[in-house]
């Protein structure tokens, strides 16, 4: 395979290329990327073959959340107004729920028809902040696997387990209601196995949640090699729509809803990088832009998210109807 062949839909013709540095800790190491003239997809012209050394063991997922897992009133709080978003019911939950913002994971939950005795597996949880999050909500079947932690973790009704793809599939195929992917999956390659893999975890009518970068996206008209969510070498594979469509196709299963969830920070990270200035530098982002421009990032990202523009979706699939196992 020629080094510009796209490893998603085979087309080796027009095949742009880029030349991206690290940013994220601003080691300012080189990558080459090209970008796809018929699917579209980004991707890096050769995974690294020591792609660990660019995941160093302070990497921001690799916290303890053992004291934010039992603080009580949050869990009061949110159990109480995630069961009355989901049933309707209680009135205290009724009260909450008008007076916060709405939870990520309820509008998941919702789209995906997932309820909070369903078994829900994080595939690439780290060490769990948002299965935390979720059992404050009140969810109970919620477990996490990571082959990157040190070891299992056990938080009270929460357990991610030291585990591989190939580990949880000997161990839990067809055992989950829902499987969750946040921000992992643009980091492995083989995209097409990965996907049918993870689908194997699924039970009948399972759903699957993966959540990515997307590339056709006004910041990366913009910005190009200094889009935030390049992040090279980590990032292998920034999908369009339709090459994230072929990789499901693929797979054997379907898209049936999207959620472009794109925040302010593809643009305030990426004028750092314009700036020479690393995503990790002591002057963050806040320091450099008023509070005016970082809500204006932030309402533009909205704009974008509405327009099908932003730089970040949540894609729900499931296996085409007919062809549950
Ligand atoms: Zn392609």
């Not at 309820?106 to 028809?113: Q, Y």
């Not at 194997?200 to 959540?211: E, P, V």
């Not at 056709?216 to 920034?238: F, G, K, Q, T, V």
């Amino acid at each position: 395979m020629a080094l510009h062949t796209c490893r998603i839909c085979g087309n080796e013709k027009e095949n742009r290329t880029y030349n991206v540095r690290e940013m994220l800790h601003g080691t300012r190491e080189p990558f080459e990327y090209f970008e796809c003239s018929d699917c579209g997809c980004v991707q890096i012209s050769e995974v690294p073959p020591d792609l660990a050394r660019f995941y160093p063991s302070d990497y921001q997922v690799y916290k303890n959340y053992g004291r934010r897992a039992r603080n009580r009133t949050r869990r009061v709080v949110d159990s109480a107004r995630v069961g009355y978003a989901l049933s309707g019911k209680g009135i205290f939950g009724r009260v909450a729920h008008a007076l916060l913002p709405e939870l990520d994971y309820v509008e998941w939950a919702r789209i995906a028809h997932v309820g909070r005795d369903d078994r829900i597996l994080d595939f690439g949880s780290g060490a769990g902040k948002m299965l935390i999050r979720m059992m404050q909500g009140g969810f109970r079947g919620l477990e996490g696997a990571d082959p990157f932690i040190s070891g299992d973790i056990h938080y009270p009704g929460v357990t991610i387990h030291k585990a591989g793809l190939d580990e949880m599939i000997e161990r839990h195929e067809g055992a989950f209601d829902f499987v969750m992917m946040h921000h992992s999956f643009e980091h492995i390659d083989h995209q097409v196995t990965l996907m049918r893999q993870v689908a194997r975890l699924l039970a009948k009518n399972g759903r699957l949640l993966i959540r990515i970068p997307v590339v056709a996206s006004e910041a990366w008209e913009h910005y190009r090699e200094n889009w935030y969510s390049l992040d090279p070498p980590r990032h292998l594979y920034l999908h369009t729509q339709d090459s994230f469509r072929r990789v499901a196709r693929e797979a054997g299963m379907e898209i049936f809803h999207t959620v472009y969830d794109s925040t302010g920070t593809q643009f305030s990270q990426s004028e750092l990088y314009c700036r020479d200035i690393p995503a990790n530098a002591p002057r963050a982002a806040r320091d450099i832009f008023s509070k005016a421009q970082m809500k204006a990032y932030e309402a533009r990202a909205v704009e974008l998210n509405r327009e099908e523009r932003g730089d970040q979706a949540a894609f729900f699939l499931r296996r085409p109807s007919g062809q549950d196992a």
